[in-house]
C-alpha cells in the first residue's frame, strides 16, 4: 500500500514540475512574479520642469492673486448663528385643569395627544434656527452683516474662524439697507478687513465671495462684477453689485472681496427658481455699508437725507420726448408736499442734473448724494426746466424713519365691483378712459382728486407696450394738466401722436412716474 502512494505522490510531482517548466518557459509565471515585485517598488515619474510660458505665467499670477486676498481676509470672517424661539403656551393660557373629556361618550374616543391639548401645562416652544455669515471690521468686537441674518430676537452666536464662539453682547439693525452690526466682548487678537472703496468697482473686475454657504466654514467661490446699480425691490434703499460668483444660503452677510483683499460689497442675496445658486448674486456696495456702520455704531440708528420726491430714470423714448440724452439726469415724477424738494420750488416734471456738482444719471446716484448729505444744511440742485438749466438751493432734512418703508404693492383695492363703462375710445394709443370721480379714486385706493382713469388698454396697442394698465391716472399730456377727458383729447390733438405723447400717470399703487408713448402713422 505504501509503495502505491509512493508511486502517486511521484505521479503528482513530476506533472507539478512540468507545469511550472512550461509556465515558467511561456514567461507567464515570471512576469506574474515581476507584477508583484513591481508593486512594492512604484518608481514614480519626476516632475518635470516648470513651463515658462507667458500664459502659465498669467495664469499662476492670477491664482497667486485668489490665494492672497482669501488668505488676506478669511481670519475675518465669521459664522453667525441664531437661536429664537417661536410658538409654546403657558399654563395659564389654559382654562382646563382636569381631563376635559373623562367621563363623557368621548373618553374611550379620543387618543391621548389630542386630550393633552385641552388639559393645563405648558406647550414647550419651538427653537428656530438660522445660519449666516459676517466679517470683522473692528478689532474691538464689531461684526458687519445683513439684518435679515440677526434680525430675529433671541440669541446671536457668533463662531471665528480659528473656531472660538461668542455670544453677541448687542445688535443694531437697518432695515432699510438690511445691514446690520453686531458686538462681542472678549475677543482676543481678532483681524478687522479693511473695507474699500466700491465705488471704483468696474463691470468684469474678479471679486471672491467668502462665507458659510449650508454651514460649510471658511468657502471661497470666485467670479467676476456681472452689473451694478442693481434693484430688486427687497429693500427700500437698493443700489446692488451683481456678481457671478457662487452665493448659497449661508452666504448672507459675508464679504465680497476684490484682489486686493478689500471688502467691497456684503452678499446678501441671489436670483435663484432652485433655491441655490445659478449664477446671479447680489451684495450691498462698501461705501453704502460704510455709511450705515458708522451711524449704527455712533448713534445706534442711521440718519438720512431727503428731498422728497419721486423719480424715475429718463432712458429710451421718455428722452426722446423730454429733448435730452439718455440717462442725461433723473426725472422728478412728483414732489410730495411739505418736503424740502417743495420748499425748495422743485416741481414735477423737471430734470435734476446734478447735485452739489456731482452728476447724476440714475436715481439710485441721487438717492445715495442726497442721504449721505449734511442734514439740515443748505446743497446746490441744478435742474433742467422747459429747456433752461437753472440752480435751485435746497435744504435737506432728516429722512423720517418710517419713510418709504410702506411697501407700495398691496395698496391696490378696487372693491368688489367692477370699474365703470368707459366713455371714450382712445382707439389710436388703445385706451378708454373716463374721468376719474371720488367713488372710483375710492375704489382703486388712491390719493388722486383729478385725472382721467384708464378703463381699458388694448393686447398689442402702443398703451400696453409703453407700460399703461388699467387702473391707472392720467394727470398729465404732453405737459398740460389733466382733468377730464375733454382735457386729454385737446392735449393729444396739439401735435400728431406719431411725435409721441408724453404722459403723467398715477398707478393704482399711488406712484406717480412719466409713460412716452410713439405711435406710428
Do not use: C
Request: net charge negative; no cysteine; aromatic share 4%.
Amino acid at each position: 500500500m505504501s509503495r502505491w502512494i509512493d508511486a502517486v505522490r511521484k505521479h503528482y510531482l513530476l506533472a507539478l514540475i512540468g507545469i511550472v517548466t512550461l509556465l515558467t518557459g511561456s514567461g507567464l509565471l515570471v512576469g506574474s512574479l515581476e507584477s508583484q515585485e513591481r508593486t512594492t517598488k512604484l518608481n514614480l515619474a519626476a516632475p518635470k520642469p516648470k513651463a515658462a510660458s507667458p500664459q502659465h505665467e498669467f495664469a499662476n499670477q492670477l491664482s497667486a492673486a485668489f490665494r492672497q486676498a482669501a488668505q488676506e481676509v478669511l481670519p475675518s470672517v465669521v459664522m453667525i448663528r441664531t437661536f429664537a424661539q417661536a410658538g409654546g403656551r403657558d399654563e395659564t393660557l389654559s382654562p382646563f385643569d382636569e381631563d376635559l373629556f373623562q367621563g363623557t361618550p368621548f373618553d374611550e374616543m379620543l387618543p391621548p395627544e389630542f386630550r393633552y391639548f385641552f388639559r393645563r401645562g405648558p406647550m414647550p416652544p419651538r427653537v428656530i434656527q438660522g445660519l449666516g455669515s459676517g466679517v470683522i471690521i473692528d478689532p474691538a468686537g464689531v461684526i458687519l452683516t445683513n439684518s435679515h441674518v440677526v434680525d430675529e430676537q433671541g440669541k446671536v452666536i457668533v463662531r471665528l474662524h480659528d473656531g472660538r464662539e461668542f455670544q453677541a453682547v448687542d445688535v443694531k439693525t437697518d432695515p432699510k439697507t438690511d445691514l446690520a452690526l453686531v458686538w462681542i466682548k472678549g475677543a482676543t487678537g481678532l483681524k478687522a478687513a479693511v473695507l474699500g472703496d466700491s465705488d471704483q468697482v468696474q463691470v468684469g473686475d474678479w471679486v471672491l465671495a467668502l462665507g458659510q454657504p449650508f454651514g460649510l466654514e471658511g468657502t471661497v467661490t470666485a467670479g467676476i462684477v456681472s452689473a451694478k446699480g442693481r434693484g430688486l425691490g427687497i429693500a427700500v434703499r437698493e443700489n446692488f453689485i451683481q456678481t457671478d460668483a457662487a452665493i448659497n444660503p449661508g452666504n448672507s452677510g459675508g464679504p465680497l472681496v476684490n484682489l486686493d483683499g478689500e471688502v467691497i460689497g456684503i452678499n446678501t442675496a441671489i436670483s435663484t427658481r432652485s433655491g441655490g445658486y445659478e449664477g446671479i448674486g447680489f451684495a450691498i456696495p462698501s461705501n453704502l455699508a460704510k455709511f450705515v456702520a458708522i451711524q449704527l455704531a455712533e448713534k445706534g440708528v442711521v440718519r438720512r437725507g431727503y428731498l422728497g420726491v419721486a423719480i424715475q430714470p429718463i432712458e429710451g423714448d421718455l428722452a426722446s420726448q423730454l429733448g435730452v440724452e439718455p440717462h442725461e439726469g433723473v426725472l422728478v415724477a412728483e414732489v410730495y408736499p411739505n418736503t424740502p424738494a417743495a420748499v425748495a420750488g422743485i416741481k414735477s416734471g423737471d430734470m435734476i442734473l446734478s447735485f452739489d456738482g456731482k452728476r447724476v444719471t440714475m436715481p439710485n446716484e441721487l438717492q445715495s448724494l442726497v442721504e449721505e448729505a449734511t442734514i439740515d444744511t443748505p446743497h446746490k440742485v441744478e435742474i433742467l426746466r422747459d429747456g433752461k438749466k437753472m440752480t435751485l438751493e435746497v435744504v435737506v432734512r432728516e429722512q423720517p424713519a418710517e419713510y418709504g418703508m410702506e411697501r407700495v404693492p398691496g395698496r391696490l383695492r378696487r372693491g368688489g365691483r367692477a370699474l365703470p363703462k368707459e366713455n371714450e375710445n382712445f382707439a389710436k394709443l388703445g385706451i378708454q378712459v373716463e374721468t376719474l370721480t371720488s367713488d372710483v379714486a375710492q375704489q382703486l385706493g388712491i390719493d388722486v382728486k383729478e385725472g382721467v382713469v384708464i378703463t381699458n388698454v388694448t393686447p398689442g396697442s402702443p398703451a400696453q407696450l409703453a407700460g399703461l394698465e388699467e387702473g391707472m391716472v392720467i394727470v398729465e399730456a404732453n405737459r398740460q394738466k389733466v382733468t377730464s377727458v375733454s382735457d386729454l383729447s385737446k392735449a393729444l390733438q396739439a401735435k400728431p401722436l406719431s411725435e409721441g405723447v408724453l404722459l403723467r400717470v398715477v398707478t393704482p399703487e399711488g406712484v406717480s412716474r412719466y409713460v412716452a408713448i410713439r405711435v406710428s402713422e
